[in-house]
């Protein structure tokens, strides 16, 4: 079976997105069978999501608070009055919808995007870090091989590179929005096929374009992308 490792960045976005992602994540765990979530992959989430999060509260909090150009003349307008009525109203609901942001911070229960990938990850093929897969990573962050992080001191893309080159088994195929991956598909693609075992099929941004690849396809997912 052809399996989907799908990187960090791909969930945190779902915090971002203009479109419905909690129908997206339907649709991936209907096919949660092929898609493969080391466990480094789950603390980077667990990691970043916080401060997703805390940055989406922020910008409720800028925009509920701008205000109407005003003068002396458009204050005394009648629409004015009702303006600042409505103002006020549309602040209180945004200092709601602020705080239950910061609330899903201090608490993964609530927060709806971490329960659904803890759904799918448990369901899917979850891979544990290799007891080696540390001291490979920072000897691949040395030498500057492909998947590097941006960051000068983490290996996060390192460790979950090791983790899949050992414990996957099958063919592959990466959706990231990182560039290490992404622009370094041909080293990757030689570094982990197998002759006759495995290869590295594609990496892509596309989850759509993914599904397509191990037949999977969902017309959801390529609309919402």
């Known amino acids: 079976m052809t399996h ?20 997206i994540f339907q649709e991936l765990l209907a096919r ?13 989430f667990r990691r970043n999501r916080a401060a997703r999060l805390s940055k989406l509260a922020d ?4 925009s509920a608070n701008k205000s109407i150009y005003t003068t002396a003349i458009v204050h005394d307008m009648p629409g004015f009055k009702e303006w600042e009525t409505a103002h006020a109203a549309a ?3 945004a200092k709601a919808i602020e705080a239950q942001l910061r609330n899903w911070v201090k608490d993964e229960a609530s927060d709806p995007v971490y329960q659904q990938f803890v759904t799918l990850y448990s369901q899917g093929t979850t891979m544990s870090t290799p007891s080696d897969a540390l001291a490979k990573a920072q ?8 998947p590097t992080s941006p960051d000068k001191h983490t290996v996060g893309d390192e460790i979950i590179w090791e983790t899949l080159l050992a414990l996957c088994d099958d063919d592959l ?5 990182d560039h290490t991956f992404l622009d370094n598909e041909s080293i990757l693609r030689s570094e982990f096929e197998i002759k006759d075992v495995r290869c590295l099929l594609a990496v892509t941004d596309s989850l759509g374009n993914a599904l397509d690849l191990v037949g999977k ?7 919402a992308e």
Do not use: W
Not at 32 to 44: F, G, K, N, Y
Not at 59 to 62: M, N
């Open 32 to 44: 949660a069978d092929c898609i493969v979530v080391p466990e480094q992959t789950v603390r980077e």
């Open 173 to 177: 195929i990466v959706v990231s929005r």
């Open 91 to 93: 602040k209180k609901h």
């Open 139 to 146: 000897r691949r962050k040395l030498l500057g091989e492909p």
């Open 4 to 23: 989907i490792y799908i990187d960090t960045n791909v969930f945190l976005d779902f915090y971002q997105a203009a479109r419905d992602r909690m129908a």
């Open 217 to 223: 396809p969902s017309s959801s997912i390529e609309q």
């Open 59 to 62: 910008l409720v909090k800028e």
